[in-house]
C-alpha cells in the first residue's frame, strides 16, 4: 500500500540541507525540533542534499512513518521558486547545522 496525499496535505521543504543518513527517528527529530511541526500530522516533509542530488520524504499515513528517498543522476531537484516564498511563512523554519555529510 503507497500512502496518500489528500487536499488538505501540507508539504514542508526544509531549507537548508541535512544529513542524508538520517532515518526515521532522525527525519522524526527534525521534523518535531527545529520545523515545530507534528511528524505524526499526515503533512509531507521534505529534506534534501546540499547538492539537492538526494530527496527524502517523511509521512504518516495512520499506521506508520513512511521515509522515501530519490536520487537524481541529471543533476539537481529544481526547487526554484520554493525557497523565496517558504521564507515568509511559518514552514521556513531553519533545520538547523545538520548539513549533509556524505
Given at each position: 500500500?503507497?500512502?496518500r496525499?489528500g487536499?488538505?496535505t501540507?508539504?514542508y521543504?526544509a531549507?537548508?540541507a541535512?544529513d542524508?543518513?538520517?532515518?526515521?527517528?532522525?527525519l522524526?527529530g527534525l521534523?518535531?525540533?527545529?520545523?515545530?511541526q507534528?511528524?505524526?500530522s499526515?503533512?509531507?516533509f521534505?529534506?534534501?542534499?546540499?547538492?539537492?542530488?538526494?530527496?527524502?520524504?517523511?509521512?504518516w499515513d495512520?499506521?506508520g512513518?513512511?521515509?522515501?528517498?530519490?536520487?537524481?543522476?541529471k543533476g539537481?531537484?529544481?526547487?526554484?521558486g520554493?525557497?523565496?516564498?517558504a521564507q515568509?511563512?511559518?514552514?521556513?523554519?531553519?533545520v538547523g547545522d545538520?548539513?549533509?555529510?556524505?
Open positions: 500500500m503507497l500512502f496525499l487536499l488538505a501540507k508539504i521543504i531549507v537548508e541535512i542524508m543518513r538520517k532515518g526515521f527517528e532522525g522524526h521534523v518535531r525540533d527545529h520545523l515545530g507534528d511528524p505524526l499526515g503533512h509531507l521534505l529534506f534534501t542534499n546540499k547538492t539537492k542530488t538526494r530527496l527524502k520524504a517523511l509521512v495512520g499506521s512513518l513512511w521515509v522515501c528517498a530519490k536520487t537524481s543522476r539537481p531537484f529544481s526547487l526554484a520554493i525557497g523565496q516564498s515568509h511563512n511559518d514552514a521556513d523554519r531553519r545538520a548539513g549533509e555529510r556524505a
